[in-house]
């Protein structure tokens, strides 16, 4: 007979921690599916994710659609009637899926929406467990996949913000250099999610840290240090990019509906 | 003198109960202090396992308030004395008495893992040359001092009793020093995944959060491992990309 069964079955949140541990964990959950309601609120509403050379980051890059931003035209004619159209369904999945399977996230919320375990050394309440050793849970070791993807929107990303500064003056039509408020929202949105992607656990893994010789490959190295330096913070980065992606659709949205006005600082 | 109240587990494996008992405090003391002098004054059967009394031999770990810990290293001034301070035995261990678990599943599961192999000597008198910045990554899994508090809150082992299946957060520091070291030759990534199951960990980082060396045990050793079991067995284009690259010497970085 083990420990366990001698000092009493744990049940559900039974634990004799003294400390507030439920904090953290509803804390996750609060601020994850806040996020989560409104980035599909803004998903679906197909309007006002553009001002001026400004594009929402949750429309970007928009592939079909009816701003000028869109790549290849207006919605496809193939796309079925009965499925709800939007610019961002097309492409929010990378992004989305990016961070469901990172690896930060997944300890997080495995914790906050699932209670495995509520918090450590605290009681669950299901028995089973797989862990991410057998389906469904394994497909999370596609994270680098997703990775993959993820540096390709932040090119995207990047190049919006070279647009955003970029202003047609209304009254000549001609195009002048500039910088507004918008443009520095998405300027930080640009470089928070840069320091969460290139932070990534599986970056760090593919630029070095799959080697045991670094030192025979001096370029990875340094491309390993770069990538720990930031995976150090990257739970911090998860929430500082998490933020400012959502605030950066949210500026986007109340400038083109007119309730807030960009201002140009120059 | 101030004076606190220990709830303690008393019992062996065919049960027990939680005592309280009163004692006095004084300032420096750590908890495993305490319960020497509880030893001492009131209950001299009172079983307790120690050494060093400085954090170095991972022998005196135990539950205090509901966290794992080393007694000597958890200070009272740390600890509310409002109310009775429990202090438990390692509860993923099966109970020998009182404070005192058994641990010695932990050797067992070493025992699984595949010993370190070097690559042939570099020189001609038998020796190696490593370089620093090679051994810097390994260097943070050699100050394991075999506390177990890693494996006693991991809640694998701890709730799901999944001991067998999953060698635990010590052990994967373990072989995160085994498969990162420059000279090892060995691929444990096959059995990470069948035999040490670290598919299991979910990356909750709890071990990472109460080892008394503060070691990173998840981002530096367990998600390591996991990204080198992808490369192995879950990721279609690694594969492919490495029957087309050009063969390397056999000792190149790999
Ligand atoms: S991170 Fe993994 S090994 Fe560590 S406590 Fe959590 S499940 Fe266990
Ligand atoms: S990794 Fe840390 S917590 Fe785990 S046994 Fe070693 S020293 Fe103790
Ligand atoms: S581990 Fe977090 S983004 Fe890859
Ligand atoms: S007595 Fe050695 S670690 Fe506590």
Known sequence: MDGANVLGERNFGRTARRDAWWVQPLAVFGVLSAFVVYATWAALQTSYYTFGPYLSPFYSPELFGDSAHAWFGPKPGWWPGWLPWSPALLILWAPGGFRLTCYYYRGAYYKAFWADPPSCAVGEPRRSYWGEASLPLVIQNAHRYFLYLALLFLCVLSYDVWKALWFVDPASGETHFGIGVGTLVLATNVMLLGSYTLGCHSLRHLVGGRIDRLSQAPARL????????????????????????????????????????????? | MPTATFRIWRGDITGGKFCDYRTDVAEGMVVLDAIHRVQAEQVPDLAVRWNCKAGKCGSCSAEVNGMPRLMCMTRMNQLPIDAPITVEPMRAFPLIKDLVTDVSSNYRAKQRITPFKPRPPDAADGTWRMAQEDVDRIQEFRKCIECFLCQDVCHVLREHRLHEQFIGPRLLVHVAALEMHPLDIESRAEELRTVH??????????????????????????????????????????????????????????
């Open chain 1, 222 to 266: 340094r491309a390993y240090r770069c990538a720990s330096c930031l995976n150090r913070r990257h739970m911090s980065w998860a929430w500082a990019s998490l933020v400012a992606v959502a605030f950066a659709d949210l500026y986007v949205r109340l400038c083109a509906m007119g309730i807030w006005s960009d201002w140009r600082l120059f």
């Open chain 2, 197 to 254: 199951g670290v598919g299991y960990c979910n990356i909750t980082k709890c071990c990472t959060k109460v080892c008394p060396e503060s070691i990173t045990i998840t981002d530096n050793a367990i998600i390591p491992l996991k990204e080198r079991v992808v490369d192995e067995c879950y990721d279609p284009l690694t594969k492919l990309f490495r029957i087309f690259r050009p063969a390397r010497a056999p000792e190149a970085p790999g």
